[in-house]
């Protein structure tokens, strides 16, 4: 019984199959096989068609002009390739796709073109994803910043005995905004110092208690001083004239 999977015009993305030729599958018949009219990669207008509406033999297909199938490879039982091919003359031919057959699933073979959009597709389809769940883990806070928030962190957390985090006054985020603004203020509007001039002390007298006093003897009074005597006047020494 055949199965076709299609899935659009996409001939990369279908497989087909006839469960009832598996078990006879040689490389005598898997041309006959491939050109059963429910597998969707057989071109019905190919020289094998014409060839096997008149009862010919595939030799006949070097003589004709157009599009053929041919078998490229074989492995028995299970690996069979087969090439799709424009034929020019007998000896030129131009190969258009590659069908290959294991275990009696039909699939195409890939171009070059197609194998490299595949790989960057798979590649930036990754890298997106990656972006993608890591924007996820980010954390955002005014007061602290951004850090990541992972999910096995939570895990550690819980499973981790709790013990009492002193928590910091301010973050290294927080000192250095409230330093840039109050650097600003300062240069906006700079201090201005007055000097206070101090009052002079006035000095303060203790009161001792009459208790306390010192009670000091009478000094006796000692011999009189005589008066001093008056000293009589003498004239002035007399002036003599000088010899010449």
């Not at 890939?110 to 959009?117: A, E, K, M, N, W």
């Not at 003897?217 to 003498?234: D, F, H, I, S, Y």
Request: hydrophobic share 30%.
């Amino acid at each position: 019984m055949a199965s076709v999977d299609l899935r659009g015009n996409n001939l990369l993305g279908i497989s087909w199959v006839d469960s009832g030729w598996v078990p006879i599958l040689n490389p005598s018949n898997v041309l006959e096989y491939f050109s059963e009219r429910s597998n969707p990669f057989y071109d019905r207008t190919c020289n094998n068609e014409v060839v096997k509406m008149q009862r010919l033999t595939l030799d006949h297909l070097n003589q004709m002009v157009g599009v053929e199938y041919i078998l490229l490879h074989a492995q028995e039982p299970i690996l069979y390739i087969i090439r799709k091919q424009q034929r020019q003359s007998p000896t030129q031919v131009i190969p258009l796709a590659d069908y290959y057959i294991i275990a009696g699933v039909v699939y195409q073979a890939p171009d070059l073109g197609s194998v490299i959009s595949s790989r960057l597709l798979s590649a930036v389809h990754g890298i997106q994803s990656a972006f993608d769940e890591a924007m996820s883990f980010c954390r955002y806070h005014p007061s602290k910043g951004y850090w990541w928030h992972f999910k096995d962190q939570e895990e550690r957390e819980r499973v981790k005995p709790k013990s009492k985090r002193k928590e910091e006054p301010s973050s290294l985020f927080q000192r250095q905004r409230v330093d840039t603004l109050l650097l600003d203020l300062r240069n906006k509007f700079p201090p201005t110092f007055y000097q206070v001039k101090k009052e002079p002390e006035v000095p303060v007298e203790t009161v001792k208690p009459p208790e306390e006093r010192e009670t000091k003897p009478p000094v006796p009074p000692g011999p009189a001083r005589p008066a001093p005597q008056p000293t009589p006047n003498k004239p002035p020494p007399e002036k003599r004239a000088r010899l010449q």
